[in-house]
T-cell receptor
Framework: GQQLNQSPQSMFIQEGEDVSMNCTSS?????WLWYKQDPGEGPVLLIA?????ELTSNGRLTAQFGITRKDSFLNISASIPSDVGIYFC???????????FGEGTQLTVNP | KAGVTQTPRYLIKTRGQQVTLSCSPI?????VSWYQQTPGQGLQFLFE???????NKGNFPGRFSGRQFSNSRSEMNVSTLELGDSALYLC???????????FGQGTRLTVV
């Protein structure tokens, strides 16, 4: 099925560093969502973006909905060990609840 | 407010058997979607239900089916299980279609 192009695939950083990851698509989405998934668990919604150009923050997380509606990025500032996990972007189709997911970014934070 | 509840958490089945997974959405949510997650294919959309009607279906064989009840609870069924059906099956609930989705913890299905 269709997937979003998410990069990087993995990141190894030191505690306290900032992190940036992004997603691009050939399709337009009206809503972008960012999720974090821990091993063996379901994805947890971090941020939802509804308007092109929108910049939204949730604590140390900031995400933006690209102007073209075909991309989005997520920044994590001052990373901490509990930020470890897999981060997924997802685009929500206009006609329903079908989410198209990126391949995920595996984040490792070294204390 | 309780989150999305999926049961069971873990299942081991034999090839050829069938399985039924259950999902109770967040109270007040009427849209339920199902996803399959595997290391090789990532998160793949299975189907979506709203008000007991299937609105959308992913690219999966007919062995995968689902339904939604009047209380918005949903079940998915996989018949004639194959080894490749081993995956984490995730259910997501939304207040209505086209609103943000919240996931359950998933059901880990292993087919042996």
């Amino acid at each position: 099925g269709q997937q979003l192009n998410q990069s990087p695939q993995s990141m190894f950083i030191q505690e306290g560093e900032d992190v940036s990851m992004n997603c691009t698509s050939s399709s337009i989405f009206n809503t972008w969502l960012w999720y974090k998934q821990d091993p063996g668990e379901g994805p947890v919604l971090l941020i939802a973006l509804y308007k092109a150009g929108e910049l939204t923050s949730n604590g140390r997380l900031t995400a933006q909905f690209g102007i073209t509606r075909k991309d989005s990025f997520l920044n994590i500032s001052a990373s901490i060990p509990s930020d470890v996990g897999i981060y997924f972007c997802a685009g929500l189709e206009t006609s329903g609840s079908r989410l198209t997911f990126g391949e995920g970014t595996q984040l490792t934070v070294n204390p | 407010k309780a989150g999305v509840t999926q049961t069971p958490r873990y299942l081991i089945k034999t090839r050829g058997q069938q399985v039924t997974l259950s999902c109770s959405p967040i109270s007040g949510h009427r849209s339920v979607s199902w996803y399959q997650q595997t290391p090789g294919q990532g998160l793949q959309f299975l189907f979506e239900y709203f008000s007991e009607t299937q609105r959308n279906k992913g690219n999966f064989p007919g062995r995968f089916s689902g339904r939604q009840f009047s209380n918005s609870r949903s079940e998915m069924n996989v018949s004639t299980l194959e080894l490749g059906d081993s995956a984490l099956y995730l259910c997501a609930s939304s207040f209505t279609p086209n609103t943000e989705a919240f996931f359950g913890q998933g059901t880990r299905l292993t087919v042996v």
